[in-house]
């Protein structure tokens, strides 16, 4: 009995002895129970987390997307011109009849009200310090070289509001004139002009201060130099719309022996607006010309909307383009022709027709 009260003390004294480390036992596995718990809910914040920032980095994306997709683009125009206006020393616009724009327009525009370059309209370019101006070899022009009727070629940077920055103007009618040879057939000596006659066509040759004259054996050769019938030889910039020329140099090989008899009457003529027609939706039209003169023939031609102001002569041609004056309403064309004595037409010779825009 007295081994087993014994022993029964020993187990008591044990269990006194290990109650301490089991009470902390217990209590090292609550606090991990916690700490997993606390793990737990840190990775559904961090996925939380995770998956919004996800989200907002796809948005960022699509966006990003849709405006590389809609960025300012280079688009190439074809077209002709119709007019040129200087609104100021520093600012000048050109109106364009489009005849090709290259790409198309985009089939996702960013806005159904953002206006994409169009065949067959016209729209209006700003000429600006970034505009780089060149004539169909790539040589340097100015904006006084062109004439309406020319073939242009641009290059617009496209903006995401529909706007146009004219970056290359390029003329296709301005080409290089190289020793081309002909007769002296008439001279304009008051406009330092004259018509160089070849064997297909006519060119209205202009000089200036700036034009350099040859001829064997003389060293003063000036325009003064030249006579009717003389042969000649022009480099220079020729518009093969107007056929005129912008001579860089004219060397005379063979001067005339004789003159143009003299010549006191005036060429007579004609004037048809879009072929007779009586209204036309564009102030862009096309002339029909005939002009006659018994002595030295017709050379030339000039143009004006009020019978009063005339634009500059060119060579005479059955055909040629013009814009009438803005606004609705009768529109009257006046011309005149000249011939190789340096005669122009006195009689009023004009069209009319009705603009109805």
Not at 60 to 73: M, N, Q, V
Not at 277 to 297: F, R, Y
Not at 323 to 342: E, F, I, P
């Amino acid at each position: 009995m007295k081994k087993y009260l014994i022993l029964s003390l020993v187990a008591v004294m044990s269990l006194v002895s290990l109650a301490p480390a089991l009470a902390n036992e217990n209590k090292e596995n609550k606090g991990k129970s916690a700490e997993v718990r606390a793990n737990v809910e840190v990775r559904k914040e961090l996925k939380l987390e995770i998956k919004e920032e996800r989200k907002d980095l796809k948005d960022k994306i699509k966006e990003l997307a849709h405006a590389l997709r809609f960025a300012p683009r280079a688009i190439n125009l074809t077209g002709k011109l119709v007019s040129v206006n200087s609104t100021s020393t520093s600012s000048t616009e050109i109106t364009v009849n489009l005849t090709k724009v290259s790409p198309n327009r985009p089939k996702n525009m960013p806005s159904s009200t953002v206006a994409f370059p169009q065949a067959s309209t016209t729209i209006t370019l700003k000429i600006t310090g970034k505009t780089s101006l060149i004539k169909a070899w790539g040589g340097r022009m100015k904006v006084s070289d062109m004439a309406p009727g020319d073939q242009l070629h641009m290059v617009v940077k496209f903006n995401t509001d529909g706007s146009l920055d004219l970056r290359v103007l390029k003329d296709n009618s301005l080409h290089i004139l190289s020793n081309k040879k002909g007769t002296v057939e008439s001279i304009d000596v008051a406009n330092s002009t004259f018509v160089l006659k070849q064997e297909k066509r006519a060119l209205a040759v202009h000089t200036d201060s700036q034009t350099k004259f040859f001829m064997r054996n003389n060293t003063n050769t000036s325009f003064t130099s030249l006579q009717v019938g003389d042969k000649v030889a022009v480099e220079g910039t020729l518009n093969i719309n107007l056929n005129t020329v912008i001579a860089r140099s004219v060397t005379i090989k063979k001067q005339a022996t004789s003159t143009v008899p003299s010549d006191l009457t005036p060429p007579v003529g004609n004037i048809s607006i879009n072929a007779g027609a009586t209204t036309t939706v564009s102030s862009s039209v096309n002339l029909a010309l005939s002009a006659t003169d018994n002595a030295s023939g017709v050379t030339q031609m000039r143009f004006s909307n009020d019978g009063v102001t005339f634009g500059a002569a060119i060579a005479y041609t059955t055909s040629a383009p013009w814009t009438l004056t803005s606004g609705n309403g009768l529109k009257t064309v006046y011309v005149q022709y000249r011939d190789g004595a340096g005669n122009w037409s006195s009689a009023i010779i004009t069209d009319t027709i009705t603009l109805e825009l």
